[in-house]
């Protein structure tokens, strides 16, 4: 059994009219999700839903009662929201090229998912260290994989936005899976690049290492990146976990009890 607290914070930026991004705070489920979409006008908006929209469809029913479930659960999710935002798109030419990234992460037992495809990030805060759990599906991700690019300079590259996966692209899709073990304590980060372009990973372990509330921290870090430009729309999903079958975390600043 787990049991955690979850908050999300959404916010269009700076630059932007309208807000793409879209997220689930489920704690009751054990679930956590966040898209970030693309293809212009309103269509961005329209993916971002359509992923959302069928997470919590998926996951009405109920918890997983295996790691094996929740993992199919999550690709299931992650395949039939990319068959409708394609079918939607070949209905609608007003949406023809929309798509969006996803990020998804579901707990079974002590156990978490995490599906993920493009390049909105989850990132693992534990005993006051940061830890990046996925890896963007970009252009300056391949060049930092082969050494040509820092990650100082990806996240400053003219490309840093161009995607080699992502929903509603092609009729097949990969979708990144992996799992861990959940401690009482840890704090997973969900986030769209509006956070990531914009403040750096340094800025955010200082942020959740704070006292501060856990909506409190993400109302922070939306503000940081808005701080610092607010190009792009930003959007910060936070659980912290509270209780794996039977250890449970001690009292803390940050708003659990």
């Known amino acids: ?28 489920r054990g679930l956590l999700a966040l898209a970030d979409g693309m293809g212009g ?34 690709r299931d999710t992650f395949l039939l929201a990319n068959r409708r935002i394609r079918e939607l798109a070949a209905r609608t030419p007003e949406h023809e090229g929309m798509g969006c990234t ?25 005993e006051g260290r940061l830890r990046q759990v996925t890896k963007d599906h970009s252009l300056v991700q391949e060049q930092v994989d082969r050494g040509v690019l820092t990650p100082g300079e990806a996240r400053l590259h003219a490309y840093r936005h161009v995607l080699h996966r992502a929903l509603g692209i092609h009729d097949a899709l990969a979708v990144d899976l992996l799992s861990g073990k959940a401690d009482p304590g840890d704090l997973l980060l969900l986030c769209s690049d509006g956070l990531t372009d914009m ?3 340094l800025l955010i372990e200082e942020r959740l290492a ?8 993400a109302e922070r870090l ?13 959007t910060v999903v936070l659980g912290r976990v509270l209780q794996v079958e039977g250890w449970i975390e001690s009292q803390r600043g940050d708003g659990v009890g």
Request: net charge negative.
């Open 41 to 74: 006008a309103a269509s961005g908006e329209v993916a971002s839903a359509i992923f959302t929209d069928t997470v919590r469809e998926l996951l009405s029913a109920g918890p997983p009662s295996s790691v094996e479930e929740a993992e199919g659960l999550v």
């Open 199 to 201: 403040v750096g990973d």
């Open 102 to 126: 996803g990020e998804m992460v579901l707990f079974s037992g002590d156990r978490y998912v995490v599906g993920h495809v493009g390049d909105s990030r989850v990132y693992l805060f534990r």
């Open 1 to 28: 059994m787990i049991r955690m607290k979850s908050c999300g914070k959404t916010d269009v930026g700076l630059r932007r009219t309208n807000n793409e991004d879209a997220f689930v705070s489920a704690p009751e």
């Open 210 to 217: 704070s006292d501060l509330s856990l909506e409190a921290k």
């Open 222 to 234: 939306v503000r940081d990146a808005c701080d610092a430009g607010g190009y792009d729309n930003v």
